[in-house]
């Protein structure tokens, strides 16, 4: 698949600039910046087979066999032959995607085969050291490598997600659904409320407070944290840090020579101290490493 500004040229999709990454046998990686013209449902996207859709930027709604979820940096998807997906973009366009995808036979040469082939695909999301692996997996692909290095990195990789990321933690939402018991509706309008929240901060500056976004999604901030807390397992205030994160690396990914004093600002933290503390704490480097690791040789 040649880089390109359009639709997958090997299928009717909505249009994209698509960047090719690294190909070897069974496995294609490559990189999405979705260009829509209307917030409008696009799809059904044809022939998913088995593919990673990891989030970079931007968020969408996505409709994966009739089931309706918020995606955004912080997403992960999985899907299997025989899934069908319809998107729409309510925040406009420009959301970027790094997709992954895997052939049956790849995966049956796995020591983990079972755990990908034998299960139905997953919608959920990725802690920050991992997505920081995804970056720089995304990274040393642009500067440039040979295929069996690629190769080596992309197995390397497929193991991580299946080890440390809630793709191999069992089916999604079970624990939810036994919070809730028997009340489906009551399961429904928690979700929708928790999406409903990160759409409302992922098309914020990051400067809203809790009260801002409570107003904004129509009910009381203790609720609003009580049932983010209960759908997606973390507090407001963790997924907005993850979520500004992602922002930050972003930035940093550029290597504009932007002050990080400026970047701190730009993105709500206090002071770039601030940014300081709060990266270190996600991702484990400070902003400085960071931005070495993402664009220099020093992420080989």
Do not use: K
């Not at 895997?102 to 050291?129: M, T």
Request: net charge neutral; glycine share 10%; aromatic share 6%.
């Amino acid at each position: 698949m040649p880089d390109q500004v359009g639709g997958d040229p090997r299928a009717r999709t909505t249009s994209g600039r698509w960047r090719v990454l690294g190909v070897t046998g069974g496995a294609l990686l490559y990189q999405v910046r979705c260009l829509v013209d209307d917030p409008g449902w696009h799809g059904p996207l044809p022939n998913l087979g088995h593919r990673v859709f990891l989030g970079r930027s931007g968020a969408s709604l996505r409709r994966l066999n009739g089931q309706l979820t918020f995606a955004d940096a912080t997403s992960v998807l999985f899907s299997r032959p025989g899934d069908e997906m319809h998107v729409s973009h309510p925040l406009g366009d420009g959301d970027v995607y790094t997709c992954l995808e895997l052939s049956p036979e790849l995966l049956a040469d796995r020591p983990d085969a079972a755990q990908w082939l034998d299960r139905r695909g997953w919608d959920g999301s990725v802690d920050e050291r991992l997505d920081l692996e995804h970056r720089m997996l995304v990274a040393r692909c642009a500067r440039g490598m040979d295929r069996f290095e690629f190769t080596e990195r992309m197995h390397r990789f497929v193991g991580r997600l299946l080890s440390v990321s809630p793709i191999g933690a069992g089916e999604p939402g079970a624990e939810i659904e036994r919070a809730i018991g028997r009340r489906p509706a009551t399961l429904a309008a928690h979700r929708r409320l928790a999406d409903r929240a990160r759409e409302v901060l992922a098309g914020s500056d990051f400067r809203l407070g809790l009260t801002e976004v409570a107003e904004q999604v129509g009910c009381s901030p203790h609720h609003l944290s009580r049932v983010f807390q209960r759908v997606t397992g973390h507090s407001l205030t963790t997924y907005r840090n993850r979520l500004r994160v992602r922002a930050v690396l972003d930035v940093l990914a550029d290597d504009d020579g932007q002050p990080l004093g400026t970047v701190a600002a730009e993105h709500g933290f206090a002071d770039q101290a601030h940014l300081t503390r709060v990266v270190r704490e996600q991702v484990g480097h400070p902003p400085a490493r960071l931005r070495r690791l993402l664009t220099a040789a020093e992420a080989a």
